[in-house]
């Protein structure tokens, strides 16, 4: 393999408790006092009273809007990290409450109107830095929980490594919420006296809130080089929902691979700024993996969550900027709130804030469904400017489709098709007697519809693929995320007066929770993404796994599906959960690179802010173009497609979502059927089947931006 | 046995099979046998959702390691368990 472009880090920005802006963090990081208390953002009563977290305050948000808290946290941030430069052209978010904080209120006071819910999506964060920002390219929101910031940093190094943009602003943002307080308060998992990782009386995370961005480039412009995002390393536990590996076998893995992908030795690392959380089972997990990858000599090492609090999905951002800070001011970062070090732990953490030069760092992240992210960051080269690889912008490579499925009101792929060529509508919601039966019940007993649908889609894509391994790559796509169990978590909490509520349903509402799930069903240690971006997240996961078998990966699966939830679904996204096209569904696919054998190919083309940016493109005979025009945008839906005439050279345009129904995931079904039908030769959407001479088809998402992917045979 | 006893027993074994949704009956929970592991499949999580009941339908805090050990040994240590800890109930 060509050597890989080196990726710089050319401005940083931060909001956590304790430090609102960089200049603060170095402060905060030389001499560390800590102000855990009850959280102010909403109230707390009863058994909850004195239970601290670790709340931002202070900001100065008369320049953001009227937007939630997450959107303004990371917009503050996100402004400062670019300061002054050029916008950049694509931006990877990595959030897991996202304007839920909103939804909460509005959910408590009754509201049934969908204007209170509409940041509730986790891509109206980075949707709103794009607008803020004018932000022409990819829109990217990762979501595995507290690993989510440090995926999105491994996601923004692998898009820039493909050449597909040359700025990328990456980082991660979560705000204080009732459903993440409360649900580690009902995992038992919150200290009360705040959090004191490493110690040997440790009694849990204290939850936290923030934001970081890095901004990212391999051809910097002029400003500084501030340091280097050397390597980065995935995982997944394949283990457990939400415990970790107890020998921290997948933290090891990850750990190892982020350093293989710097091209250095555990040796070289001068300093690690733990995951750190606290909890009894985390620290000493993570304790066991670094003695696993480091050996007998140890590097210096901390968390720094005895300072800021563990801010969840921003985490792996937040102490990305600590990590820098900490190499440009020569200052290893001190292990707060620590009393007695665990000597079943068998670390020497730093105590105190020490000066030293540190020319490279190893930052750990690792969340729910055992989902592990690793980060190498390097001080910058002494001389510059610096020699690097150049990167050749060109398309991502088709992959071939070596199994696929999908489930719709109809069934499954084959019921679907023929009900199509039938002239029939495959538009509802997917019967349970079509995905009940493809997992053992036992092992779906605690799940819900959104990852039982995701696991059936998975079991069955899997075993017509032929593959007998578990996947190299895993990326799951969904709007919503699983909607039955953060409506049962919210209701439970909300009916005791916020006492009370189900862990079950607190772990199962995480984004990745299916993702997780499917891990274990298949043994699948690769890495594993969860992709939340509208009506974009099959594109986006796509996207992932794209770029994971670009880099390596034998095979990817690839799925992305919604489940319906009877009270949510109509108040998130009205227009599609409501009236005769509200469906559920989804589809899955097992990618591999592009071989002789015959079959459909399929590949991500791009995500754009509008439709005539797709004439930048070339464009290849298409037979036809698959538009998905989601109803929330049908006002604008024949304007939008004159464009696409307009943009596209002439050729069919065929409106899937009439035939195959409203949701956010439909792309993905969609995909499944035309792969179908370019080895067939016709495609079934219309009320004559519509003839593919050249075998292939533009399929585009035409939400607040537009996905594009091809599919041919 | 007391009839205390007896009307709690049930009443525990029918809030087991419905908190953590087993495919069993309730009668056929052995209220003798260990609730956690393998007879049940009763994990880590499925333990916090019982702790979670009991504090809310019983007012009974299962909040360190070793109450957990005690109350959850068997379907009859933990109706023991919350016979010796509920508070006294209003008249």
Redesign the interface.
Known sequence: MSPQPRIFVTGIGVVCAGANNVAELRALLASPRRDFRSPTVFPCQGATTNLPAAEVTGLDTSQVGEAPRTHRLALLAAREALGEGPPPDAIVLGTTTGGIFATETALQAGSASPADYRYHGLDTVALHLADALNVRGPVLTISTACSSAAVAMSVAQALLRAGLARRVLAGGADALCRLTFHGFR???LLAPEGCTPLDTNRAGMTVGEGAGFLVLEPTPDKRPILALLSGTGLSCDAY????PHPEGAGAAQAMRRALEDAGIEPSAIDYVNLHGTGTVDNDAAEAKAIRQVFGLTLPALSSTKGLTGHPLAAAGAIEAVISVVAMTEGLMPANTGLDIVDPRLGLSPVLAPTRARINAVLSNSFGFGGNNACLVLSAPPAKLPVENPKVVSRPLPALRIAGSACLTAMGGLDETWNALVAGQSAAGFVPDAAFSKAVQ??FV??LKRLPRLILALAQTAHATSGERTPPDFIAVGTAWGPLAETQDFLRKLFE?AE??????DF?GSVHNAPAGQVALLLGATAPNLTCSAGDRSFSQALLCASLGVAAGAKSALVIAAEAHEARLSPLFDPGAATGPQASDGGAAFVLVPDDAKPGPRMRWLGEYRDLKLLQEHPTAPYDAILAGVPASLAADAAERLAELTAAVSPCLLVTFRDRLGQHASVGATAAALAARAVLEGALPFASTPIPLPNKRLLLLELGPRVAAIEVFA | MTEQTDSLLPELARKLVET????MAPESVDPDAPLIGAGL?I????T??L??MI??DYGVKI?NRAAGVEAFASLNALATFIRQHRPASPA
């Open positions: 009902t995992l038992q457990h929902a939400s415990s019940a036992a007993r605690r005791t006492q009370f509520s189900s862990p079950t772990i | 953590l949704g087993l495919d499949g994990d880590s999580i499925d916090l959702e702790v979670v504090d809310k909040d």
